[in-house]
T-cell receptor, first 114, second 109 residues
Framework: KAGVTQTPRYLIKTRGQQVTLSCSPI?????VSWYQQTPGQGLQFLFE???????NKGNFPGRFSGRQFSNSRSEMNVSTLELGDSALYLC?????????????FGEGSRLTVL | AQRVTQPEKLLSVFKGAPVELKCNYS??????LFWYVQYSRQRLQLLLR??SRESIKGFTADLNKGETSFHLKKPFAQEEDSAMYYC???????????FGTGTRLTIIP
């Protein structure tokens, strides 16, 4: 079974630009979550989607948004990039709640904002 | 609000010695607790969860509701245990995980 796939793996942007990151979950997984990982803050929850609906949202500004498609693939977008948005963005997929609760993580998309 | 605290950023232990990685949590409801591990150049992955009460790679963790702790333990450390360990909490029925800041464990040969 293929794992969670994230693209692109690395990208460099400048302040003020916007970025879109993509995540393909494990086949059959309908829940997709996004996390921001930085050395100072660790792993911070961004949002979670299930059946194309956002079910949970973390404490990030409105510049961070996401969506999920009917095939469960998900994208997240960050607009008006700031230097502090430089981070590893991790996507995770899981079976619906009520199962083991295990999240399966991708390798991440490393964003550098200059 | 949910909060997970891992007081040690770095922990070094000699091979064969016991290991204990500390995790304390704050949550008013009934939580589910997990330990995730990230080995060098690998993805973040689940190590164990409290509801399973299982031992994985020799590691165990017991949920202590009185002390709101979920410490990870192993009686004899192995070199392959060197990794980054994250304690995580979720509310029942919710996919959102709240992670601690992680502990980097180094096993000294």
């Amino acid at each position: 079974k293929a794992g969670v796939t994230q693209t692109p793996r690395y990208l460099i942007k400048t302040r003020g630009q916007q970025v879109t990151l993509s995540c393909s979950p494990i086949s059959g997984h309908r829940s997709v979550s996004w996390y921001q990982q930085t050395p100072g803050q660790g792993l911070q929850f961004l949002f979670e989607y299930f059946s194309e609906t956002q079910r949970n949202k973390g404490n990030f500004p409105g510049r961070f948004s996401g969506r999920q498609f009917s095939n469960s693939r998900s994208e997240m977008n960050v607009s008006t990039l700031e230097l502090g948005d430089s981070a590893l963005y991790l996507c995770a997929s899981s079976l619906p709640t009520g199962n083991t609760g295990e999240l399966f993580f991708g390798e991440g998309s490393r964003l550098t904002v200059l | 609000a949910q909060r997970v605290t891992q007081p040690e950023k770095l922990l070094s232990v000699f091979k064969g010695a016991p290991v204990e990685l500390k995790c304390n949590y704050s949550y008013s409801g009934s939580p589910e607790l997990f330990w995730y591990v990230q080995y060098s150049r690998q993805r973040l992955q689940l190590l164990l969860r409290h509801i399973s009460r299982e031992s994985i790679k020799g590691f165990t963790a017991d949920l202590n509701k009185g002390e709101t702790s979920f410490h990870l333990k192993k009686p004899f450390a192995q070199e392959e245990d060197s990794a980054m360990y994250y304690c995580a909490l979720r509310a029942r029925g919710n996919e959102k995980l709240t992670f601690g800041t992680g502990t980097r464990l180094t096993i000294i040969p």
